[in-house]
T-cell receptor, first 113, second 113 residues
Framework: NAGVTQTPKFQVLKTGQSMTLQCAQD?????MYWYRQDPGMGLRLIYY???????DKGEVPNGYNVSRLNKREFSLRLESAAPSQTSVYFC????????????FGPGTRLTVT | RKEVEQDPGPFNVPEGATVAFNCTYS??????FFWYRQDCRKEPKLLMS???SGNEDGRFTAQLNRASQYISLLIRDSKLSDSATYLC??????????????FGTGTRLQVTL
């Protein structure tokens, strides 16, 4: 099992460009999450999907959109990147929304210039 | 006051030493507590859950002090491989919802020869 995979690992964007971060899990988990991690701040939830077909905003959703493509895949889209979105992005999954053990992907390091 | 606060460190300790970290939380209704480990430039991974009665796993012991609203992590006989950042994670609500987890900024541990 690969667990949670993310692509790309690194990305540099110019302000205003768009991109989609991809996440997939092979653990048959129902719930998936997108976080960002910035220096001096804890992981902050951007969006989550408690189950296939549902998505909800987290703590910092502005500037992002998500798609739960199927049970395995959960993508995060930046429509018009801003320097404030420079961060490390982690995707995570849990068996369901009441399970606290989160399995994280390796992360995407995004720089917006 | 932040919901979850940790001393960022770094804690520099020699191999074989015992080291302890604390993490304070602001919401007295918090029900679930965890320690995650994050290696440099890697994803967080669950280290252990913190139960009301405490929890021990080999050289690692986690304790909860509800009266003073903190959790602790004790590492005995430190190894070089214990060098990492330790994240305190709290569910601030009395609901079984993994999407509400709050992550601390982490305490960095450096174990030296």
């Amino acid at each position: 099992n690969a667990g949670v995979t993310q692509t790309p690992k690194f990305q540099v964007l110019k302000t205003g460009q768009s991109m989609t971060l991809q996440c997939a899990q092979d653990m048959n988990h129902n719930s998936m999450y997108w976080y960002r991690q910035d220096p001096g701040m804890g992981l902050r939830l951007i969006y989550y999907s408690a189950s296939e077909g549902t998505t909800d905003k987290g703590e910092v959703p502005n500037g992002y959109n998500v798609s739960r493509l199927n049970k395995r895949e959960f993508s995060l889209r930046l429509e018009s990147a801003a320097p404030s979105q420079t961060s490390v992005y982690f995707c995570a999954s849990t068996k369901d929304d009441t399970d606290y053990e989160q399995y994280f992907g390796p992360g995407t390091r995004l720089t917006v210039t | 006051r932040k919901e979850v606060e940790q001393d960022p460190g770094p804690f520099n300790v020699p191999e074989g030493a015992t080291v302890a970290f604390n993490c304070t939380y602001s919401n007295s209704a918090s029900q679930s507590f965890f320690w995650y480990r994050q290696d440099c430039r890697k994803e967080p991974k669950l280290l252990m859950s913190v139960y009301s009665s405490g929890n021990e796993d080999g050289r690692f012991t986690a304790q909860l002090n509800r009266a003073s609203q903190y959790i602790s992590l004790l590492i005995r006989d430190s190894k070089l491989s214990d060098s990492a950042t330790y994240l305190c994670v709290v569910n601030p609500l009395n609901t079984g919802t993994a999407s509400k987890l709050t992550f601390g900024t982490g305490t960095r541990l450096q174990v030296t020869l």
